[in-house]
């Protein structure tokens, strides 16, 4: 079988988890994208049991459509069924969510056994490896990525594994669980509040994988960190309060406070031992620059990925500010009843 990142053959990347929270965007950036010419085909796994349709905006699965869209339908307790959805993929994008760690196990266990060169793991978050404390959620992706070495790359068919980590997605983090209370003008800081923290929007990271998936296997990096923009809550705080994000009223500056770390960690890391909610986390981990997609920082390949932003341009958070007059969230009811 060629390789997928000869001239001459393109790409067939499979995609599991095409309907989610994420997976939809990178779908997008498969198909609508201008990077889209630089694959065959896309397929979606979908389950047997499920009405599974490409995301809203997208082509319709036909031949006619370029690269060619595919829906192949899998039984999850069936690992033949499996196999057969993966049939000639190149690429694996798994982009299943925190509910379903049993099937990205059983995913793991049919690649061997396929024509996958290229694996992108369901991370597309913060580095947890650099994290020293457990968490639920994130331990079972250390689990999942243990399992993933053992069976890819120690057995005698090598498959690459590519890890991206995006930080925090722009959308999802401009709100009051994370300390950013729009309604009331107040953002409050875990440790420093001058500590710059990456994010990078959910249409990005589905860009920047596209990006990575388009490059030959041995080009791409066994970790990639990306940041569509990195500023600390100072800095966030101005920026949404210049966009009207002062106050009820919309006038005013955006008051920033500061909280001890040390003692909000502690009582996070002994409070919270088997909690599935990353949010009280994430805000230590802000102010620890453990989300820092910097050189200074856990590194950046914004370049790798997106050169010179020639194939697009990355979405900041004056970008949000300026869609939200400053006030992403600010109806949101806090705290949830």
Known sequence: MASPQTTTTLPVVAIAGATGHLGKHVVSAFLASNLRNRFSEVILLSRQDSHQHPPTGLPTPSNNTHPKLTIRKYTEDDPVSITRALHGASILINTVGPSGHSFKEKLLHAIPQTSIQLYFPSE??????????????????????????????????KVKICRVFCGLFLEDSIGPWFGFDTKRGRYESVGSSRVPVSFTSLGDVGRSVAALASLRVDEVPEVVHVAGDSRSV?????????????????????????????????????GKKDSWDPAPYLRFLMGEGKIMHT??????????????????????????AERTGGRPWGDYAWPPK
């Open 234 to 270: 100072v800095e966030i705080a101005e920026v949404m309060g210049g966009a009207g994000g002062g106050g009820e009223d919309g006038k005013g500056e955006i008051e920033v406070v500061e909280v001890g770390l040390e003692e909000y960690k502690r009582d996070v890391t002994t």
């Open 124 to 157: 597309f978050g913060v580095n947890h490896y650099v994290h020293d404390f457990p968490h639920l959620e994130w331990d079972s992706k250390k689990k999942h990525m243990a399992l993933a070495e053992q069976l890819l790359t120690q057995g005698p068919k």
């Open 295 to 320: 050189r200074d920082g856990l590194g950046d390949d914004d370049e790798l990925v997106n050169p010179g932003e020639r194939l697009w341009k990355w979405e900041t958070l004056r970008d949000l």
